[in-house]
């Protein structure tokens, strides 16, 4: 097929999914929309209720004008708000304002204050960066938490917040949805209770009218968030904690508020009992889909403000195989062994930007030591790394060739999409299978099975009919782990200590090194099984010696 029609191919099979409203919302946005609004803000309103210390992030302020994310650090006096050469991630975040309530913000008032306003004089209304409406969003909340917590703030900076939330209110990411546009509307409820009249009523209305258009898609009947990312389940669940918080501080007045309320906690609940299913035994999340570690808050910290709001979910620490089947993951404990199963679709189809080609992947821990893990997520925007991390060949799965089970491109976007089949579920046997290689020749369907037993897990890989390209099942070993071999097709996974014993019983199997986003910013090295399927049949033994039960 010449390039071009390929292209136009790849681009019809991303774009037939998008929504009316997500076209109409880019078609809007180069319409000319009002101008800042100058104004002074509308009267401060006084909370009624009690409000609660938010979630700790760790500091990202390392002197007054030395910021570090992304494991990068740079200086205000260096590169500015919005230097070209620095990454569009790195300066969202510093446009976050997140260290206003980090760990010890207290410690940091000085510098705060001085940042907030050189932020004011610095970033001129619409122009930059900073005025995105994502970042805008962030921003807007995080000044009001740092306000409620008893910051010493200047009238001005009352009057520049409300700038921003008109702002903010002319532009909302409806050709995103999503994430994106919740937090649209948690800023926008955020200013409606931070400020009084009738603008900022009016601010209020729009901010949970969206909210409850959002909500009870955006989260699903297991808990989880519909994108289907363990690292934004997080971050929404924060959201909608923030939120509670804010209507107890703010109490609504109307029966439409309180029956927001109502759905928030219910909500929560449910998205606190995924997030507890969802760990690893060290505390970290799955890497599936964009995930990464130091972005959400750290669980300890959610769970101490979810009970604080009087938000509880049940310990759910049994063994045998847990199915979260609304969002598609499946959570297996047996003895030593937690695994966590990815037989989900990629996301809702018509926002699949945080997807990867990770279908019938699955990660792996032994007691407290993750074992097998997918690759990880070091960076956005749309270079090799990204495509790399985001592609099949960075999961522990099967890729074909050098094809994706899903067509994952531009850093963002998804064309093809791999479907799950039914899963098969018998006590600790799992079976599931997708279609998206179907479009190769011979239509080939991946099918994998883990079967857990009392003293290990085999995997089992088939692809019907066998491909016309090699196929090769990843089994990628956390950093620190490395393979020793202890025979022909078998490996010793050797830690600080033996950790357990790999066997290739079908197929033809061969270690190599490939590199682990340890998170964003960061890479190491980290070595992998990669098992060539034979006929297209693999079968892959991970054995231990710790006693485990059957039960399902």
């Known amino acids: 097929m010449p390039l071009a029609i390929a292209e136009l ?19 809007r946005m180069h319409l000319p929309r009002p101008a800042a609004d100058l104004r002074p803000a509308p009267p401060l309103r006084a909370p009624s209720g009690p409000w609660v ?36 991630l790195w300066r969202y975040n510093l446009h976050y304002f997140d260290d206003l309530n980090a760990h010890d913000a207290s410690t940091r008032s000085q510098w705060h204050g001085a940042l907030v306003q050189r932020w004011i004089e610095q970033n001129p209304p619409g122009a930059g960066t900073g005025w995105a409406p994502y970042p805008t969003s962030l921003r807007i909340v995080n000044w009001i938490k740092w306000f409620r917590s008893g910051a010493d703030a200047a009238r001005t900076w009352h009057d520049h917040l409300a700038v921003q939330v008109r702002w ?25 209770c931070h400020f009084d009249g009738p603008e900022a009523a009016a601010w209020h209305a729009t901010g949970v009218r969206i909210i409850e258009r959002e909500l009870p898609e955006q989260v699903l009947g297991d808990g989880g968030h519909f994108e289907r990312s363990p690292m934004y389940h997080a971050l929404a669940l924060e959201d909608v904690l923030d939120l509670i918080n804010a209507f107890t501080a703010w109490p609504p007045s109307d029966p439409a508020g309180h029956h927001v309320m109502d759905t928030l906690r219910n909500a929560a609940c449910r998205m606190l009992d995924w997030c507890r299913v969802m760990r690893h035994p060290d505390g970290t999340l799955p890497r599936f889909n964009d995930c990464a570690d130091g972005i959400a808050p750290p669980f300890q910290e959610i769970e101490r403000y979810a009970a604080a709001l009087g938000i509880s979910a049940a ?17 297996v404990r047996c003895g030593p062994a937690t695994a966590f199963i990815d ?66 491109w531009a850093g963002f976007r998804v064309g093809r999409r791999a479907r799950p089949g039914p899963l098969v579920l018998d006590g600790l046997r799992i079976h599931g299978s997708h279609d998206g290689y179907t479009h190769l020749p011979g239509s080939p ?14 995997v089992v890989d088939a692809v019907d009919p066998s491909p016309r390209e090699p196929a090769v099942a ?4 956390a950093p620190g782990l490395a393979l020793a071999p202890a025979g022909p097709q078998a490996w010793h996974v050797i830690g600080d200590t033996g950790l357990a014993r790999v066997d290739v019983t079908t197929g033809h199997g061969e270690s190599s090194l490939t590199r682990h986003a340890l998170r964003f ?9 990669e098992v060539r399927l034979l006929d297209g049949r693999s079968a892959v033994r991970f054995s231990w010696n710790d006693p485990c039960t059957s039960s399902s």
């Open 9 to 27: 191919s790849r681009l019809w099979r991303t774009v037939r999914w998008l929504r009316a409203e997500q076209v109409l919302g880019r078609l």
């Open 53 to 88: 210390t938010p979630p700790r992030r760790a500091p990202s302020m390392t002197g007054p004008t030395r910021m570090a994310f992304l494991d990068e650090e740079r200086d205000l006096q260096r590169d500015g708000w919005d230097h070209p050469d620095v990454p569009l």
């Open 168 to 192: 903010l209110a002319h532009r909302l990411e409806w050709h995103l949805l999503g994430n994106h546009l919740f937090a649209n509307a948690k800023a926008l409820t955020f200013a409606g």
């Open 315 to 331: 310990s759910d620490d049994a063994e045998g195989v847990r199915h979260l089947a609304d969002s598609g993951y499946l959570r």
């Open 343 to 408: 037989a989900a679709p990629i996301g809702p189809d018509y926002l699949p930007g945080h997807a990867h080609a990770d279908t019938l992947s699955f990660e792996l821990s032994l007691g407290g030591r993750q074992l097998v893990v997918n690759r990880g997520t070091s960076e956005y925007g749309s270079g090799p790394r990204r495509q790399y991390e985001r592609g099949s060949a960075a999961h522990s799965t099967v890729q074909i060739g050098h094809h994706d089970s899903s067509e994952v």
């Open 445 to 458: 369907r991946h099918h994998r099975s883990w079967h857990f037993d009392a003293k290990g897990v085999t």
């Open 474 to 477: 990843r089994f990628h070993l």
């Open 521 to 529: 910013g960061r890479l190491a090295d980290a070595a992998t099984l």
